[in-house]
């Protein structure tokens, strides 16, 4: 009658030595990433985002104010410009949507405003600098006391938040929610 037993004779722990090292050697890369994970929700929790004017409030900017005056999706009002512009009459990027956003500029001091719409770009959480795909007025020269109001046609990604049109002389005019679309 024979009984399996274990065979006792030769210890199991072999491969013992090899796979504690290899666990000693994964805590060091394991270790530095949650250190870094450490470090960057550190630097995310406290950073503070940069002021910007809110939605409707008008903002002092180089010469005089500039306020939005609107943010109306394209997809619901079919605006186009007066003139054809090829890169409009082509639909919006997968997973974007386009907005024009309307800006009333008013000259304020003795030099009045050098109006550059093109200057102009949307920034916020998801979004890069994006530049206009067109706008109106073109250049212009605004004397105290006058108004303009500018036209900027973007295309936004459809997951950015925070949005803010940021111009020339650190200009920041909040846009709001009112521009997504589902």
């Known amino acids: 009658m024979s009984t399996l037993a274990p065979d006792i004779s030769t210890p199991d722990t072999a491969g013992t030595g090899t796979s504690r090292r290899r666990r000693k050697l994964l ?73 024009r956003v309307l800006v009333q500029f008013t000259a304020l001091d003795g030099e009045g405003i050098s109006l550059d719409a093109s200057q102009f770009s949307v920034t916020g959480l998801g979004a890069n600098s994006i530049r206009p795909l067109w706008t109106s007025p073109g250049k212009t020269q605004l004397r105290q006391g006058d108004s303009a109001d500018a036209t900027m046609v973007f295309e936004l990604p459809n997951k950015a938040v925070a949005l803010v049109l940021e111009g020339p002389g650190n200009a920041r005019l909040s846009l709001g929610l009112s521009h997504h679309t589902s």
């Open 27 to 99: 805590l060091i890369p394991f270790s530095l990433l949650c250190g870094l994970g450490l470090v960057l929700g550190y630097l995310f929790l406290t950073a503070k985002p940069e002021a910007s004017t809110p939605l409707g409030a008008s903002a002092a900017i180089t010469g005089g104010t500039a306020r939005v005056n609107g943010i109306i999706p394209l997809e619901k009002d079919g605006w186009l410009p007066p003139e054809r512009v090829q890169v409009l009459d082509e639909g919006p990027s997968a997973g974007t949507h386009r907005v």
